[in-house]
């Protein structure tokens, strides 16, 4: 498994909008219909990817926690599924069920969104504040696949009850790491 790191896009970057079909729900979700006004949590991941397989149950866990303090959340894979159909919108739907997501699932057919967001991995973690600008891009926490290093989401947690706390997210941010989205 090749490891890529994300790019992490400017802090203060106006989140971009977009419209992508829920392969949870079924419908067409738009940023703006779902954005808090407290915290928003947008992830990149995949189905396949061994490191997302990693953290998902520190992913529902994290988004039931911070759901109930009014933090929006939303996934989005963005890989190609003509080569890689074990993310196809299908199995995503299939995916987020038997994890328990209670957050939409988007699936970015064209890219765009992943592009725009300059996603480079998955997972992939940008944390906005209520005014969509961005206070966090990097890592879940510091575990990896086969490491010793329990999973707990300390520096996204951290991150994200910053900005509900109406603070500053510390500017010292790690990459998060994992399988390099799978671009067409």
Request: proline share 6%.
């Amino acid at each position: 498994m090749a490891f890529t790191e994300s790019s992490m896009l400017p802090l203060g970057t106006l989140a971009p909008s977009f419209t992508l079909p829920d392969t949870v729900s079924g419908k067409n979700i738009n940023l703006q219909d779902i954005q808090s006004d407290k915290a928003n949590l947008i992830m990149f991941i995949c189905n396949h990817c061994p490191y997302v397989i990693h953290v998902e149950e520190e992913l529902a866990r994290l988004a039931k926690d911070y759901q109930a303090k009014g933090v929006n959340v939303v996934a989005i894979s963005s890989n190609d599924v003509e080569r890689y159909p074990a993310d196809s919108p299908d199995k995503m739907t299939d995916y987020a069920a038997k994890n328990e997501f209670t957050f939409p699932y988007l699936y970015d057919e064209s890219q765009a969104v992943a592009k725009a967001y300059d996603a480079a991995c998955t997972p992939d973690f940008y944390v906005f504040d209520g005014e969509m600008r961005l206070a966090y891009r990097g890592r879940l926490d510091d575990s990896r696949p086969n490491s010793d290093t329990p999973l707990t989401g300390k520096d996204l947690r951290a991150a994200l009850d910053a900005v509900l706390a109406g603070e500053t997210v510390s500017e010292v941010q790690y990459p998060s790491g994992g399988c390099g989205i799978k671009w067409k």
